[in-house]
């Protein structure tokens, strides 16, 4: 049963990194979706809303995310733009990245130190899947 036990735990954290790689563009709607959706509980919209009201508003940051990387012309402003997403994933890459780090190593450095390559490995993933969202040869 142990032989099953360590192949089995290698592909799970494989699955959870690459969960965290592909799902890392949309950190900025999911916080958006979150505390849109917090705010309506919290006004009195009860459950149902409070998931409607953050469907809505997360859904609605990722087009305009969309939208503006399509209409806006100057690199600087399209750079701005993807900044804006890969702001969120860097911050959430890191601390998922810090989490698996502490189950592995005992060294607070070492940790600290392997956080932050994690974080800028997402950027960088984060930063062309939202560059892969805008036209091409603009």
Known sequence: ????GIPLGLAAIALFCW???TLAVFALPFFVA???GTWAYHAGGGWLGAIVVALIAGGVTLSIGQVLLVI???MWARL???LTFVAPAVLAGYHATHGIAKLAMPSETWQIVFSTIGAIAIGITTLLQVAG???RGQ
């Open 1 to 4: 049963m142990i032989f099953l």
């Open 19 to 21: 969960l965290l790689f």
């Open 34 to 36: 979150v505390s849109a």
């Open 72 to 74: 806006v012309r100057p």
């Open 80 to 82: 701005l733009i993807a």
């Open 133 to 135: 969202m805008a036209p």
